[in-house]
């Protein structure tokens, strides 16, 4: 599977930005889509995931501002962001992994799209 992101960019504190990844390439189910975000100097951290049944997750810090979606017909996850924060900023990957979310295995990655918030 070939991941690759789009929709990145700067915006304003409380501004909306949507990502998208498209997937290419055989896909297995079950499966675990996500995105991760990496600012500077800090670790990779999970976002959202949903997986091939709908079921969906979301950090904390995210839970009410993000909304990650799936068009299965067209091979793209989505990533809406809203009421953007300054700690938003980052760079997002797109993620693809074999099993459920729980116990997902095999995982890849895009290259990762800048998204940079400033208040």
């Known amino acids: 599977v070939q991941l690759v992101e789009s929709g990145g960019g700067s915006v304003q504190a409380g501004e909306s930005l949507r990502l998208s990844c498209v997937a290419s390439?055989?896909?297995?189910?079950?499966?675990?889509m996500g995105w991760f975000r990496q600012a500077p100097g800090e670790a990779r951290e999970g976002v959202a995931h949903?997986?091939?049944?709908?079921?969906?997750g979301y950090a904390p810090s995210v839970t009410g501002r993000f909304t990650i979606s799936q068009d299965k017909a067209k091979n793209i996850l989505y990533l809406q962001m809203n009421s953007l924060k300054p700690e938003d900023t980052g760079i997002y990957y797109c993620?693809?992994?074999?099993?459920?979310?729980?116990?997902?295995?095999?995982?890849?990655w895009g290259q990762g799209t800048q998204v940079t918030v400033s208040s």
């Open positions: 949903v997986d091939s049944n709908g079921m969906t």
């Open positions: 390439g055989f896909r297995h189910s079950p499966y675990c």
């Open positions: 993620a693809y992994a074999l099993g459920y979310c729980a116990g997902a295995y095999g995982r890849r």
